[in-house]
């Protein structure tokens, strides 16, 4: 029988992290916030590597620790079944910075290719918005790309609301997006 959790980030799942990634084919593994491990130049298949980076993750969701200028604190955690990483989401538990306040949103999720059409983006969203209730957070902000209409339909099987649609020609030039960004806002109750 397939179990299916959601959990902070471990070690025990390197191997499984490497094999989805290799699935992304290059691209960034949304939600799983990969760009902590190119700012500290560390190598995600060196083990090593691996584990200073599950920690950084792990640390980031404590109220004590203090993240790099230009980051924000956050809750990351795993979509996992059976011991299989299959996806990741995270919580900003702000919006510190233009890029997340214009583009990334509060949450960021992506579930790996071959384990898609599932409603493991649907579970995933539901665990980190549970998050941002317990945080105290009274509404959070998601987007995703104009045309990703998978993401748009999580987002509003959970509430979201679509506040507008940002052309590229305003988020593009800044954040370097490649299209047009649906903003929505999710009200906590």
Known sequence: MSQ???????????????QSTAEWNGEEQDGASMFFADKYGWDLADHTD???WVKLLNDL???????APGFVS????????????????SLRHDLGTGYLAEVGGHIGYGIRPS???????????????EQARSLGLPKVLITCNDSNIGSARTIES??????SIKPQSEVGPIFGSPEDVRRYWITLD
């Not at 299916?4 to 499984?16: A, C, F, G, M």
């Not at 955690?77 to 990483?85: A, I, Q, R, S, T």
């Not at 384990?115 to 918005?129: C, D, E, F, P, Y």
């Open 4 to 18: 299916i959790d959601l959990r902070k980030p471990t070690t025990d799942l390197h191997q499984s992290f490497m």
């Open 158 to 163: 959970c509430g979201g609301v679509l506040e």
């Open 50 to 52: 691996f584990e200073r």
């Open 61 to 67: 969701a404590k109220p004590e620790f203090t993240p």
């Open 115 to 129: 384990a898609r059409r599932r409603g493991l983006a649907k579970l995933a969203l539901a665990g980190s918005l």
């Open 74 to 89: 956050q809750s990351t955690l795993w979509v996992v079944e059976n011991g299989k990483y299959l996806g990741a989401v």
